[in-house]
């Protein structure tokens, strides 16, 4: 009884709020067309009861697909819905967007639970087959997974045990392919897992074989007189009880023509990506091509989003988008967790959407947070699709759950407070758990991998739950229209109404029984642009669209050409395509496809190796500062350059993380010889995060100054100081080790001689207090003395958060001035007047950011020294601007002694600190007194006002500009002015800089060392972009020249540093926790 | 011994002598019920709120010392806590005519809403029984001063909590695990950090230092299958595969774990019960009132309970992270049965020794010397949350029964039950030795 009112209730929102909603729908791009108007009365109802609810069958909201297709050939897309506990059901276009309901007089049969839905001609006999998901073998239910093969009359026969596909477990989805190119169509069937998450296990239970998850490959040999057979495990598929599988994509990601396959597992189990031999046989390269991906992955979607044509990837995650339940949800694991699964062996995960951006060379960058579509709260289904047919491709997003199990304060508080007898049911568990619908959401594509978020805007900002979802051009008036499986409310039809650009919608006969050319690449040029799409019909969630390519041409007049690469190794080229119409394609004049041959690799490992890998301590910074943003304890290793023992070869100095000895490595005529003098491993315990060679007492070697660093000792501890190891006749022994009295957590040396006595001096820049983040620590100089000694300058200081320093002729008088950066401070210039340095810094306005890196040369070739900063980079879900800045609040709100660093950022314009409340009650007790559940916590107004409150007393504001990394033009006029670095400089920290000579070409070279594996798990790896390269010509301008990725190298780079290698410059690139690595860079190919 | 003794008696009687100059004839029969529901009523607040056992005791105890200090100030039959507790001073004297019951209850409140995080539901209760105690015609002046006193008592023994380091400590490192196979893991499902590592360097409150109960070392690791260590792992995994009825609801009975979570696939959930020092506090009140003790004996038998319980803990945890060992279930998934769980949930910290039998053991002394040897009782306390009453013949039969119930729920080698109940006797039998709350 209660069950019926509640439904009641829920519906009657529903419908005050559409229809609220229709009036102001008049001139939008979408229109809900109603199931009376349509016909397309279908809708997933859910009665939970006390044995099948969410707490007995996990994925029990997960929701039902559509497929699309025309499976009587009329020319006209039929619609067919798989329903949880209604019925499945097939619905004939008619026409005008009116369906009529077939599925008695078709003999489709009902099925069980079912889930995915594809439509395939199975049997290729040129008439759409359909296979139905099932879930069996679990809690009584033993239906098996269907598969209706057309009896091209209208009428369809259930077949699957025949064609060997009646498969019987956690089935999600099923996709026809043909992997090994014999010229039919071959299932990949997806299974989830009901496995239970109580114990992790470790990532090689993904080796063993499970009979209910895990997913299935099936052969199709009815060619050769055989049904579809089961080749799992020979193709190398994992098929376990950690397969969550709730997605599923199959594309041809390397562009080999070779079709691979995307898996999106849930919880803990890594995704998949299987790279397609050629031999009948998998690869699982997920953890090499990816930095990372989703955490709780759900649907998938693959298209080329920036117009490069790399087919890029979208996966989906749960993380949401309201600040207000952002702040009650749980997301990311605890640190504690987090550790745990990689001990286990999982990759790194991320509770958020990913955009995958394919660099086309066996590397993805996912760029979502930068792209703006990574946190869309429960999300099912993903769609590209060019709603405008502007010619850029869109993105849609199916959402809401009806019970959210993520509300913490169902978890913590709303749950019970007893056991065994006082047990409530599971229903009424499932009862208290809360529930919101929300609007799907709708990103236009605005180029640039940027998105606007056009829900509102396209008329689409209808609350639903909703699941499987398709697009397809319905009533064949030119654009693409939008129908999406709901629970509890009827399917959505939305007709797009909106202005539309030119079109083309392309089909493919390649004439064998792989009937409608499923893996069929087309590219299709105009207008200057590229756009690909493939023949893939299993895309959203549980959902399958037409074997159909639909791309939007915007203003363009013709298709200048389109290129069709057919499965197998054939391509054929058609030019001057008119537009507006459906082209349907045939094998004809077809040549064989040249694939591109990669240029000359940028980058390649040089012939003198440097054998030797950064062992980072184990030490977490998050264990006493809960709130900091990134690890201060990771900033080594420390790298030096010069030629040590006076053979006129450069050598090189590597020191390494706490308990791990710095090394040298002499060069000699083939190679470098590795050596660690007593004295280093001496040293081991302190953390070497910067160094560099100078000759110190002027007596013609090179001594070596080494900055000790790290967030784990106090200040004033030893394993602070800096040491200075003097050179005597080409060895560092134990008694020419001096230590230098300051103790801090150093960051930077730069070596100058400041005040032209010949003698080199030293800036020392100090990078935190450690176990206070905020506090600005005090920056130094080292003086020397004249008798080989620095002295602490007490006349100048620097205070910040310094990462950086560089010394250069700012003012161009001739002497040697000093820029600073570091975090939460502007780039600042410390000008040198009569060989000291001003106390009063020139300040670059709108430049406080979280400076990684500084360069100075002459970029432009005007005579001055101009400046290259290098940022976090934008691709952060913090986002800052003059107007919306990242905030940090610093001050001691509870009174133990401990300054407490609230980092506030604007969402969705709120104000609200970016840790989560768990992390606030850790770090301030007090907190959990003024917030005493999540959802007051969710619901207060001005939060930075409340937690000022919380102690007024005192209390410091720092603010951030930007996270872009920029070069600074200097003027000449004792001015500078900012431009931003191009492109792909921003998906990640640039960390260090290398600034070359000024080449033939009339351009400086530069190499940007990125990414930081240091972030806290909010923001997450950044793994974008490991490093570019950079041309500066002699007008200004910097241009991309390439980028690591490309040339194979991932990894937290902390040093580029220039090595002289038989009177050739090579590069040293080295990692933080990772390998040193020497590069030729090949400039001229 | 007896010499200090006496002197404290000295000074003890001049302030007896003082007040009782003042006696106050309008004062009302405040039921000692407002003290017992009082207690309950922060009970229930510490499990909302979720608090780890050593820092529920620590709640119980300020509050319910205030309440005895204020007794203990104004009944010639007690004496002060003060120069007896580490750092505690005298009370500030009331002023004027007070009714000490109410200045009691009024200060046990405010106190107890200090140390949780849900205010409203602590000043919610307080306020409906002041309007209640009011309604007993009590005289407004009288009333005032108490409430007065009761403000004045809290703002001190608050002052007195503030230097105990708590606070302090909430900025101190959190656990490291290490990889030693020895050291302690995070357990399922949670996999929770390891709770309250520098819980030794909070202040005692009666007893020398937190290593002053330092137990025998534990059984050395060793998974060869012939040593100790591997048998009393065994021990653990063959008891836990073959519990009659009996010990499974031993086990269950004196779970009191605070946080257990549930995790079905997306849905988690916490089931929340009392602490071990909740479940004692709750002994405490049933022992009061078979014995129909007064407003004066019952606030001294909370306090006496809450001081063993909180000194236990320091004790016990000062051990935990001293040994940092490793818990039966990660050494039985690892090297025995993969698929193996406790009974219990494994609760998230170190083994060596089990807090419930150091404190079971401290807090079972402390009763028995207020109520004696053989005092029997029935322990309904877990009632409240589904479980079923227990009848024992004394308080260390039923210390003894907490101790076992570790083993029965596979979360505790024995030499953890064994030498913690030895641990936490000697423990509670100093306090008792030393804390004179009687005038004799």
Redesign the interface.
Known sequence: MNKIVFTCILAAVLFSCSSSQEEQREDVRFRLVSAVESGLNFKNQLQPDENWNIIDYLYYYNGAGVSVGDINNDGLPDLFFTGNEVDNRLFLNQGDLKFRDITGESSILPGGWSTGSTMADVNGDGWLDIYVCQVGRYRGRKERNQLFINNQDGTFTEMAAEYGLDFSGLSTQAAFFDYDLDGDLDMYLLNHSVHSVNSYGPATIRQEKDPMAGDRLFRNDLATGGVFTDVTRNAGIFSSQIGYGLGLAITDYNNDGLPDIYVSNDFHENDYLYRNLGNGKFAEVGEQVLGHTSRYSMGNETGDLNGDGNIDLVTLDMLPGDPSILRKSAAEDRIEVSEIKANYGYGPQFVRNALQINSGHEAFSDLGVMAGMYATDWSWGALIFDMEYDGKPDLYITNGIVRRPNDLDYIQYLAFTSRKSLDPSDKEMTSRMPGLKIPNVAFHNQGNISFADSTTAYGLNVPSFSNGAVYSDLDRDGDLDIVVNNINDDVFLWENTGPAGNYLEIEVRPGSSNHFGVGSRIELYAAGQIQVREIFTTRGFMSSVEPLAYFGLGDASKADSIVVYWPGNERQKILNADLNRRLTIVPENTEKNIRNKTNTPLLTTSSFNVDWQHKENSYRDYKREPLIPYELSMEGPAAAVGDVNGDGRDDIFVGGAHGQASVLFLQETGGFSKTIPAVFTGDAEFEDVAAEFLDVDLDGDLDLYVVSGGNEYAEGSEMLSDRLYINRNGTFDRASRVLLPERLNGSTVSINDLNGDGFPDAFIGVRSVPGSYGTFATSYLLINNGNGELIRDESFSVEGMITDAAWFDADNDGDQDLCVVGDWSPIRIFLNENGTLTDEPYEVSGTRGWWRSVAAVDLDNDGDDDLIAGNAGLNMKLKTSVEKPVELYLNDIDGNGQPDPVIFYWLEGQQIPFASKDELDKQVPVFKKQFSSYQAYADADDLPQVIRQMNPEGGIVRRVDTFASVWLENAGNGTFSVSLLPGETQWSPVQDIFVGKRQVKGGVPVILGANSYAMNIAIGRMDAMPGSLLLFDENGGPELTGNFLENGIQGDFRVVKPVMVNGEEQILLVRNNGEAELMNVNNNR | MRLKGWLIFMIGCAGAVMFSCEEAPKNVDVSVDYMHSSMQNLTDVI????FSPPVAARIYAYPSIGAYEIMAATDSSYRSLAGQLNDLTSIPQPEGEVDPEIAAVHAFNLLGKKYI????RVMAFHDSIMTDIRKLGVDEEVYTNSVNWGDAVAAHIAEWSNLDNY??S????????SSDPDSWQ?T??????AIEPHWSSIRTFAIDSADQFTPERPTAFNVDPESQFYKEVMEVYETGKSLDEEQSEIA?FWDCNPY?M????????????ITPGGHWMGIAKIAAQLDNADFAKTVYTYALTAIALSDGFISCWDEKYRSNLIRPETVI?RYID??W?PLLQTPPFPEYTSGHSVISGAAGEALTSIYGENFAFVDSTEA????PIRSFESFRDASSEAAISRLYGGIHYRPAIDNGITQGRALGNYIVDKLQFREE
């Open positions: 499990v909302h709120d979720i995080f849900s205010e409203d606070s302090e909430r900025s101190f490192m959190k656990h490291t695990v995070p399922p499902p949670a996999y929770m950090e269950s257990v549930n995790v079905h696939g997306h849905v988690m959930f916490a089931t929340k019960k998934n993969e698929e769980t409240k949350y589904g479980l």
